[in-house]
C-alpha cells in the first residue's frame, strides 16, 4: 500500500452503531479493521486473533466474538493434532467438518468412499478425548471395529510419547475371545472408556448398557446401512439426550398438517451427532425426518464426487476365470477380484481356484477375517476374492492404500430378478411391468394400466399373504377380505403377464432397454446393474492417506 494510500484509509472514518461483534457496541471502521473489537472490548489494538483472544479473555471481556475465537482457537489445536497423528493437514473439507463439530453442530457428511470420512471420525474422537469428552462411533461390520482399533492402537503410542494421557478406548466386535468380549462389556457397562466402537448391531443388540452414557460426539459411519432398522435411529435419539416421550411427539407430529400448532422438543445439552456415508440413500420415513426436527439435518441424496480411480473395461471376455488369472499375473500382488451377486460364492471359489492352479496365492473371504487381511498385507496372498455387494465383507470396512493397488470385476456387478409363470409376489409382477410399460404401446396400455394401479394400491405384501394366495390359487380356491382381493388382483396380473411373455414383438423390444430383460424357460428374468456394489467395491482401490488419494 502507497503512504497515499495509507493517509485516504487513515483520513476515512466511520463509527458503526452497536456493530462490534462482542459486546454490540459502537466501533470503528479501523477496529473493525484491525483486532475485530471495539475500545471498550480491546483498548490495546492487537492483530494476532490468538492474541486478541487470549486478551480479551484476560480482561473478562466474554462475548459473541470471542466464542467465534475460541472455535478457530480449537480448529487450530484440530489441525495440528490431525497433522501430528497423520504427518499431514487436514483437507479444507474435512477442517470445515471439524468446525461444524467444533460449533456444537449436528451433520451429516456426504462423500464418496475413501475421501477421509471414517478418519476424521476416529481424530476428532481423540481429540475430544482428550479434552475429558465421551465419544462413540458406530460402524457397519466387526471387520471395520477391528481395523479402528488397530489403527487407534498406532495413534496412542503415538500421543503417549509427547506425555499427553492416553484416551481409554474400547471396541466390541463379534470374533473376540470369549473372555476379551466379556471383559469388555464389562468395562462398557462401568463406563471405563473415553471412547467406545462397535457396529449398529452392538447398538441394537446391547442397548441397555449403553444407555445411560452421556456421550458428547457421536459419528456414524455408513449410515447407509444403519438406517435400515428404524430401531437404530430411536436409540441413537435416547443418547442425544431426548426422551421416549420426545421421540413420540416428533413422530406424532409428521402426522399432523405442517400448519397444526406443535412444541419442538429442544435439545438442552451440548451432544453432537455426525452421520456419514457414500450415497445416505435411506428410505424417507417419518424417522428418517426425525433427524430433521430434532437434530437440525436430514439425510438425503447426494451424488457422487469425482475419486482418484482409473474405470477400465475390456469388451466380450468368452472365458473370464482364465481373463482374470490374466490380469493378476501382469498387474502383480495387491488385489481385490469381485465376481457378481448373481454367481455368489461359489463361482467367487471357482476364481480362487484358477488362481490357485495358475501359482497365485488368493483366499475367498467370505466373513471378517483379521487374520487372512494380515496374511494379504505380507504378501501371503496375492489377491482376496469377494462378492461385489455393497453388503459383502470385502467391498466395506477395509482400508489399505498402502496395499490395495487395483480391483478386479470378475463380470459385470449386477442383480437379477426371475418372474415366472408361478410368481404371486405383487411387487415383482408390479416392478417388471413398470419397466416394460413404455413399450407396450397400444397392444397391451390398456390393459396394463388398471393392473398396474391395482398392484400399486395392495403392494407391500408380506410373506404369509404371498403362500396363502400361492396355496389358493393352485388348489382354486377363493379368499375373503383383503386375501381374496389380492388374489384376484394377481391372478389378473399372472394372466397378463404369461400372454406379454407369449407376445413376440415384446421379446424383441426388452433389447432396448437399459435394464436387461432375457425370457429364459417361461421366466423373465431382470438383470440390473449393481451401482452400489460398483463404488463401494471399487472405492477399496482409491482411499485417503497422508499425501492425497490413493490412484486405483
Known amino acids: ?79 495440528e493434532f490431525f497433522n501430528f497423528l497423520i504427518g499431514s493437514r487436514p483437507w479444507a473439507l474435512q477442517e470445515v467438518w471439524a468446525k461444524r463439530v467444533l460449533m456444537g453442530r449436528s451433520f451429516s457428511i456426504v462423500a464418496p468412499t475413501g475421501i477421509g470420512k471414517t478418519l476424521f471420525g476416529l481424530i476428532m474422537a481423540l481429540y475430544l478425548a482428550g479434552k475429558g469428552r465421551k465419544c462413540y462411533i458406530i460402524v457397519p461390520t466387526s471387520l471395520l471395529v477391528k481395523h479402528l482399533l488397530d489403527k487407534v492402537s498406532d495413534f496412542l503410542e503415538k500421543i503417549s510419547h509427547i506425555g499427553t494421557p492416553k484416551p481409554i478406548v474400547l471396541g466390541y466386535y463379534s470374533a473376540m475371545p470369549k473372555r476379551e468380549a466379556k471383559e469388555t462389556l464389562r468395562r462398557i457397562a ?36 444403519f438406517l435400515k432398522s428404524p430401531k437404530n435411529i430411536d436409540k441413537i435419539v435416547l443418547l442425544m439426550g431426548f426422551s421416549p416421550e420426545d421421540l413420540e411427539k416428533v413422530l406424532e407430529a409428521e402426522e399432523q398438517p405442517p400448519s397444526a400448532p406443535f412444541n419442538m422438543p429442544k435439545q438442552t445439552n451440548n451432544r453432537v451427532l455426525v452421520v456419514s456415508g457414500a450415497t445416505l440413500r435411506g428410505k424417507r420415513t417419518k424417522r428418517i425426518k426425525v433427524f430433521r426436527q430434532l437434530f437440525g439435518f436430514e439425510p438425503g441424496f447426494s451424488p457422487e464426487f469425482v475419486r482418484n480411480v482409473s474405470n477400465l473395461f475390456i469388451r466380450s471376455v468368452d472365458d473370464i476365470k482364465n481373463r482374470t488369472v490374466e490380469l493378476v499375473k501382469r498387474h502383480g500382488p495387491g488385489c481385490l477380484i469381485f465376481v457378481p451377486q448373481v454367481k455368489g460364492v461359489a463361482y467367487a471359489k471357482e476364481i480362487a481356484s484358477s488362481l490357485k492352479e495358475a501359482g497365485i496365492n488368493a483366499f475367498v473371504y467370505e466373513r471378517m477375517n483379521p487374520r487372512i487381511l494380515e496374511r494379504f498385507i505380507s504378501g501371503d496372498y496375492a489377491a482376496l476374492v469377494g462378492v461385489a455387494s455393497n453388503r459383502s465383507p470385502l467391498a466395506r470396512g477395509i482400508d489399505l492404500p498402502e496395499t490395495i493397488r487395483y480391483v478386479v470385476f470378475a463380470g ?23 419397466i416394460l410399460s413404455p413399450f407396450f404401446e397400444e397392444k397391451f396400455f390398456r390393459e396394463v394400466i388398471p393392473i398396474v394401479s391395482a398392484l400399486s394400491r395392495i403392494v407391500p405384501v408380506n410373506k404369509e399373504l404371498i403362500d396363502k394366495i400361492r396355496e389358493a390359487d393352485e ?19 399372472k394372466r397378463l403377464l404369461i400372454k406379454i411373455m407369449e407376445d413376440i414383438e415384446i421379446r424383441k423390444v426388452t433389447e432396448r432397454l437399459d435394464v436387461d430383460v432375457k425370457i429364459e424357460n417361461k421366466e423373465y428374468v431382470l438383470v440390473m446393474p449393481d451401482v452400489d456394489g460398483y463404488i463401494q467395491a471399487s472405492g477399496r482401490s482409491s482411499r485417503f492417506y497422508a499425501i492425497g488419494i490413493s490412484r486405483g
Do not use: W
Not at 199 to 205: A, I, K, S, V
Not at 487 to 492: C, D, G, I, K, S
Open 475 to 493: 388348489k382354486n380356491l377363493e379368499l375373503d377380505g383383503f386375501a381374496g382381493h389380492v388374489l384376484r388382483v394377481v391372478r389378473e396380473a
Open 190 to 225: 462401568d463406563q471405563d472408556f473415553s471412547i467406545l466402537i462397535t457396529t449398529d448391531r452392538f447398538l441394537y443388540n446391547r442397548f441397555d448398557i449403553i444407555k445411560n452414557v452421556k456421550f458428547d460426539f457421536i459419528f456414524v459411519d455408513d449410515v447407509d446401512s
Open 1 to 79: 500500500m502507497t503512504k497515499m494510500s495509507t493517509l485516504q484509509m487513515e483520513s476515512l472514518r466511520a463509527i458503526y452503531h452497536g456493530m462490534c461483534p462482542n459486546c454490540g457496541g459502537d466501533i470503528s471502521d479501523l477496529e473493525l479493521l484491525g483486532p475485530g473489537v471495539c475500545a471498550q472490548c480491546l483498548p490495546k489494538p492487537l492483530l494476532d486473533k490468538e492474541k486478541v483472544y487470549l486478551e480479551l479473555i484476560r480482561r473478562g471481556r466474554i462475548g459473541e466474538y470471542v466464542k467465534i475465537l475460541e472455535i478457530e482457537s480449537n480448529l487450530k489445536n484440530f489441525s
Open 412 to 434: 459385470v456387478p449386477r442383480r437379477e430378478i426371475r418372474i415366472g409363470e408361478n410368481e404371486y409376489n405383487p411387487q415383482k409382477i408390479l416392478t417388471l411391468l413398470k
